[in-house]
């Protein structure tokens, strides 16, 4: 079973920034591709940011567009998640998670289904 974690997460005022980490027990660029979800409380999980490790392809949500960047560094086995301009509705837990393969021919990035290893989550809230 592979192992997920993620690091980083904490209180922070708004316009600030966290990095979360996302660390796995296998070789986290053999992935097709890892992705970065958050859920608050009473809401659905939703998709904040994926890199498709053949080619380095990000996403974003648009809520996060401009402020958010995703990157990857295979000499520490982990994904990062750099979040700037932090608002309080970003306040969630944030999951790491992997894809070994896309079910269909056509990745669906912010389907939670495609997603095979999870994370526990890491908590970020932005408040003053």
């Known amino acids: 079973q592979v192992q997920v974690v993620e690091s980083g997460g904490g209180l922070v005022q708004p316009g600030g920034s966290l990095r979360l980490s996302c660390a796995a027990s296998?070789?986290?660029?053999?992935?097709?591709?890892v992705g970065w979800f958050r859920q608050a409380p009473g809401k659905e999980r939703e998709g904040v940011s994926c890199?498709?490790?053949?080619?380095?392809?990000?996403y974003y949500a648009d809520f996060v567009k401009g402020r958010f960047t995703i990157s990857r560094d295979g000499a520490k086995n982990t994904v990062y998640l750099q979040m700037d301009s932090l608002k309080p509705e970003d306040t969630a837990v944030y999951y790491c998670?992997?894809?070994?393969?896309?079910?269909?021919?056509?990745?669906?990035?912010?389907?939670?289904?495609?997603?095979?290893?999870w994370g526990q989550g890491t908590q970020v809230t932005v408040s003053s």
């Open positions: 890199i498709v490790n053949s080619d380095g392809t990000t």
């Open positions: 998670a992997l894809v070994t393969i896309p079910r269909r021919g056509r990745f669906a990035y912010w389907d939670v289904y495609e997603y095979n290893y």
């Open positions: 296998r070789f986290i660029l053999d992935y097709y591709a």
